[in-house]
Every structure is written in C-alpha cells, then in structure tokens.
C-alpha cells in the first residue's frame, strides 16, 4: 500500500522560510513522478511542483519559481520543498502527490496522480 506522509508545516512571517518533507513508501512510489500542490480556502488544489524522482529535476508554478526548490533524499525516501520569501498568498493546505503510473514528462493537474498524503498546513502572516 502507497503512502505518502507530509510535515514541516507550520506559522511564519512574510518573508520567512520552511522546508517541507514527504516520507514516501511503497512499491515503486519514489521511482516516478513526485508533485506537490496547495489549496487554499475556497479554492481548488493547484499545482506547485512536479519533480522526477530519477533524475531530480523540476518544474514550478510561475507564482513560486524562483522561490520554491524540491529535492530528493534517496536514502530517506524522502522528497523536499524548500520555500523561501514566503507571503501571506502561499497559504494553504501542501500536498505530495506520487504518479506511479508511466509518465512522459510533468504533469500539473490534480487526476495526472496517484496517490496522496494527508496534507500539512502553512500559514503565512504579514
């Protein structure tokens, strides 16, 4: 059984940082395409960060390129979303998501993954 556990959430100021983790286990879970996505109250989950897990290479939402950055611990089974100069717009709800079905490049939409985790609150104060 796929699992996903995200933590690293928390309240900070604007302008402030977290890294946020996802545990990942299961069979083949971190041997694909990894996303992480947010929602917001009143709005629907959008998409953040694809990152293949193989290579460690990523993509970004334009509202958080440049400011955000995922990375990988193999060892760990572990992705990362590091978030810097964080403002009162990046809060939400961050999930990990996992594709483990074959992929052909970034996906961005919420049904292009698998499986979830339970999610981790940020909140961002001016």
């Known amino acids: 059984q796929a699992l996903l556990v995200e933590s690293g959430g928390g309240l900070v100021q604007s302008g402030g940082s977290l890294r946020l983790s996802c545990v990942a286990s299961g069979p083949s879970l971190t041997r694909n395409l990894m996303g992480w996505f947010r929602q917001s109250v009143g709005k629907e989950r959008e998409f953040v960060s694809a990152?293949?897990?193989?290579?460690?290479?990523?993509v970004y939402s334009d509202f958080v390129k440049g400011r955000f950055t995922a990375s990988r611990d193999p060892a760990r089974h572990t992705v990362y979303l590091e978030m810097n100069d964080l403002k009162e717009e990046d809060t939400g709800v961050y999930y990990c998501a996992a594709r483990i079905r074959a992929y052909t490049g970034y996906y961005s939409h919420t049904a292009d993954y698998d499986h979830w985790g339970q999610g981790t609150q940020v909140t961002v104060s001016s």
């Open positions: 990152f293949i897990w193989n290579t460690g290479s990523a």
